[in-house]
């Protein structure tokens, strides 16, 4: 099983609104990634846990805030976002931070900010 | 700095008619060249892992070649199906996958 969860699919918030995305991997995977993505773009490298605790930060703005419950799960926190943080939000597992093993993408969640 | 592109930007194909898209990477001490599909409005789908130059990969009409400098993905008689984004990326010593810009083919039935 190499399937990556992502919920919801779909999220329409204000900029007032608090929400969450969440990300789900059982193939036992230590090293957990947030991407972002703009239309006909790559994806962007957001945060990295590696054995669920932060790794690295690439200067995100703190309206987005990452939570790692447990080896197999992911959140991401928004909160006052943006109408340019509308994005294809994607999660990504690999088995470890040593870069030699392929990512593993979920279906992502598609951010809409109004 | 380590760098991934990828060309043509965008492809389009008669099915059946084959074609390759390229992949160039100046990346200090190669870990992995990966390949992913990534279908409109979808998270990008595992195709490939090369390690070292002179390794292939075979997955039905798609096989992916590594050099010390590029990478290939052939595709043979394609169908409409196969119509996606193409991506590569690259690692290296350090904690993040180099995504190239992508290549999008589009095949005509």
């Known amino acids: 099983d190499t399937e990556v969860t992502q919920t919801p699919k779909h999220l329409v918030m204000g900029m007032t609104n608090k929400k969450s995305l969440k990300c789900e991997q059982h193939?036992?995977?230590?090293?957990m990634y947030w991407y972002k993505q703009k239309a006909k773009k790559p994806p962007e490298l957001m945060f990295v846990?590696?054995?669920?605790?932060?790794?690295i930060n690439e200067s995100v703005p703190s309206r987005f805030s990452p939570e790692c419950p447990n080896s197999s799960l992911l959140n991401l926190h928004l909160h006052a976002l943006q109408p340019e943080d509308s994005a294809l939000y994607l999660c990504?597992?690999?088995?470890?931070?040593?870069?030699?093993?392929?990512?593993?993408f979920g279906q992502g969640t598609r951010l809409t900010v109004v | 700095e380590d760098q991934v592109t990828q060309s043509p930007e965008a492809l389009r194909l008669q099915e059946g008619e084959s074609s390759s898209l390229n992949c160039s990477y100046t990346?200090?001490?190669?870990?992995?060249l990966f390949w992913y599909r990534q279908d409109p409005g979808k998270g990008p789908e595992f195709l490939f892992t090369?390690?070292?130059a002179g390794e292939e990969k075979e997955k039905e009409r798609l096989k992916a070649t590594l050099t010390k400098k590029e990478s290939f993905l052939h595709i043979t008689a394609p169908k409409p199906e196969d119509s996606a984004t193409y991506l590569c990326?690259?690692?290296?010593?350090?904690?993040?996958?180099?995504f190239g810009t992508g290549t999008r083919l589009k095949v005509l039935a």
């Open positions: 990504a597992s690999s088995q470890n931070r040593q870069m030699n093993t392929e990512a593993f």
């Open positions: 193939m036992g995977h230590r090293a």
């Open positions: 846990y590696s054995y669920e605790k932060l790794s």
């Open positions: 990346v200090s001490g190669l870990r992995g």
């Open positions: 090369l390690y070292s």
């Open positions: 990326a690259a690692t290296s010593g350090t904690y993040k996958y180099i």
